[in-house]
């Protein structure tokens, strides 16, 4: 199972999230990610900084981290605008992208609303996704969805993308796993324990990623998977 974690992109300028990938190349961890959001949760707060500057600036500082999105979301931009994104992103990152994409859900309306973007309805944003998959997959793009509803995981899987989970259970875990390629973001415990316990419970469980909601700490990360191969050598 590959190790990812999501960059602070939450602040006034990119330094910290330029740093933090810098730093997480540098203790072997397999990708960092980035949000798009214009704000953070459901605070009308600034700043955010926006997804696809952020990753062409890491793109341009790493040489081998995977990078990429979680998720682009279908509805903010303009379809093509979407697909040559992640297409100049792609030749940018010399083919190390994760092109990550999902149709959001109530929760995104406010930041479509704020900026006077239409929202469209649910059926046209299942039917972008599956029409930008088709695009980026004949690219070479990896690409993932991130999705919990039956009808936009059969997209995914249809497509051949890899689905992404956002903070559930193991069982649900397994059971998109037994399915095709899935990989779990979320939030982790702050205690590397803890942590290390559930790394091995998501690796059982057959996730192919597990990405760490921003971690304050890439020592906290190193030292949970230390703990975690530990575990996983020892039977345990």
């Known amino acids: 199972m590959k190790i990812g974690i999501t960059l602070p992109t939450f602040e006034p300028t990119a330094a910290a999230a330029l740093a933090t990938a810098s730093a997480a190349e540098g203790a072997g ?3 960092v990610f980035v949000f798009d959001h214009l704000w953070r949760g459901a605070k009308r707060s ?4 926006s997804m696809y500057p952020v990753l062409a600036a890491v ?3 790493t040489r081998h981290i995977r990078i ?3 998720v682009a979301r279908v509805g903010f931009l303009p379809d093509r605008l979407v697909v040559e994104s992640f297409v100049s992103l792609h030749e940018l990152t010399e083919h190390r992208l994760v092109a990550a994409l999902g149709i959001g859900d109530a929760s995104s309306v406010a930041e479509n609303d704020a900026y006077g973007i ?3 309805a649910l059926e046209e944003r299942r039917a972008s996704l599956a029409s930008i998959l088709g695009e980026l997959t004949a690219r070479g793009i990896e690409c993932w969805v991130g999705a919990t509803a039956p009808a936009t995981l059969e997209i995914a899987r249809a497509a051949g993308a890899t689905v992404n989970l956002w903070d559930v259970e193991l069982a649900r875990v397994e059971a998109e796993a037994a399915r095709g390629p899935s990989t779990w973001a979320g939030s982790f415990p702050a205690e590397t324990g803890a942590a ?3 790394l091995v419970g998501l690796s059982a469980a057959g996730a192919t ?3 760490w909601g921003w971690p304050r700490s890439i020592d906290l990360v190193t030292e949970a998977l230390r703990l975690a ?4 050598d020892s039977g345990g």
Do not use: F, N, V
């Not at 600034?46 to 900084?49: F, G, I, Q, S, T």
């Not at 191969?229 to 996983?232: D, G, I, V, Y």
């Open 29 to 31: 961890i397999d990708g």
């Open 46 to 49: 600034r700043p955010a900084l």
């Open 59 to 61: 793109a341009a500082t």
């Open 68 to 70: 990429g999105s979680l």
């Open 118 to 120: 239409a929202w469209p």
């Open 196 to 198: 290390a316990d559930q």
């Open 209 to 211: 990623w597990a990405i």
């Open 229 to 232: 191969s530990k575990t996983e």
